[in-house]
């Protein structure tokens, strides 16, 4: 994301990437104002229906946040709200929703900005592109990701044609060839840095026999998953070998800090979870870390709830707390939603 510009309570910024999407959809709040140039259907012609007919143009808005959705696989952010200032053909009042995408400019003025909202502008700011690819893999079937900032997409799900015992060796090799070319083809497209192999058994070792390719071996880190599944992507990022590799990326730090709050939950420590323990952990400033998915506001927000997050997070945040927002798509913010989707580190044991 750009920042165009960012003064008291106003920040511009330019969409790059569906990263940024995700890091808006946890910065923009209801009561927000949010303007920008947008597309409108606007009636054109007579007073009687047969007469007019309906265009689309762009048009500049002024809105007051009433709802913010973040439809990942539609690469879109949809903002609705009343609409406060428009062209003439726009009454004041009237319901408006912007589709943000990549190239979008959007204004966000907030009547104050919290500390964690302000560091994930920034954050978002330094953010580069995407570098790493997972594959977990075994003789029949191979999945291809790439990190996200809210988790990973899955790139590929490549099948092998394995039948008979006879047949093994030849259609592995084949299969193998057929993961390497992939592999390749996202590495160029994606202007990969890391490509993380990971199989059960001996399988990578199998690959490595047909890999020829000097520049793509050198960006291979080894693993070890016991299955080839979506969920041995999860396994593979808690991996040791793999920490050193994702230490900046965000999916693994959002995952490191959950598996810290549940150890803390089996060893009865200084930890909370769920809405209405956290919420007394924070009116008592004992919070060091508020974890928060995005599953949750996203719930929240459709259901008319927010409200009671919000306040916890601006307590939290006044009472100096780091704020994280952990993506629900991956197994750390899988394991939080379980738990209510709220949960905190604390600075001291409490009482319940």
């Known amino acids: 994301m750009k920042i165009l ?206 890999l020829k390719d000097q520049e793509l071996k050198q960006k291979i880190i080894p693993a070890t998953c016991s299955s080839c599944d979506k969920s041995a992507i999860n396994e593979v990022i808690k991996r040791p070998e793999v920490q050193i590799v994702l230490q900046h990326d965000r999916s693994s730090s959002e995952i490191r800090l959950v598996e810290e709050l549940l150890s803390g939950i089996s060893k009865q420590g200084a930890v909370s979870y769920g809405l209405n323990e956290t919420k007394s952990a924070a009116e008592a400033g004992a919070i060091k870390s508020l974890l928060v998915t995005d599953g949750l506001i996203q719930k929240t927000r459709q259901d008319g709830s927010f409200g009671r997050i919000n306040e916890l997070m601006r307590i939290s945040d006044r009472s100096g707390a780091s704020i994280h927002i952990i993506s629900s798509d991956h197994d750390g913010g899988k394991r939080l939603d379980g738990l209510g989707g709220i949960g905190a580190l604390l600075r001291y044991k409490m009482n319940y």
């Open 5 to 210: 510009h960012f003064r008291k309570d106003t920040a511009k910024v330019l969409v790059e990437n569906l990263d940024d999407l995700w890091y808006l959809s946890s910065i923009i709040d209801i009561g927000d104002t949010v303007e920008g140039r947008t597309f409108r259907k606007i009636k054109l012609g007579g007073g009687e229906e047969r007469s007019q007919s309906v265009v689309k143009k762009p048009v500049f808005l002024k809105i007051s946040v009433e709802n913010v959705e973040f439809h990942k696989y539609a690469d879109s952010l949809r903002v609705s709200g009343k609409v406060l200032e428009g062209v003439e053909d726009i009454p004041k009042g009237s319901y408006h929703t912007f589709n943000v995408e990549e190239s979008s400019t959007i204004t966000i003025i907030k009547e104050s900005w919290l500390n964690y909202q302000r560091q994930k502008l920034e954050e978002s700011a330094k953010e580069k592109k995407p570098d790493t690819l997972i594959c977990v893999f075994d003789r029949e079937e191979a999945y291809i990701a790439i990190m996200k900032k809210y988790g990973f997409d899955i790139l590929a799900e490549l099948k092998g044609e394995v039948e008979k015992k006879a047949e093994a060796k030849q259609a592995s090799k084949n299969f193998y060839e057929d993961i390497i070319n992939a592999l390749k083809e996202y590495v160029k497209r994606h202007d990969i840095k890391h490509v993380i192999l990971a199989s059960p058994a001996f399988w990578k070792e199998e690959l490595f026999k047909s």
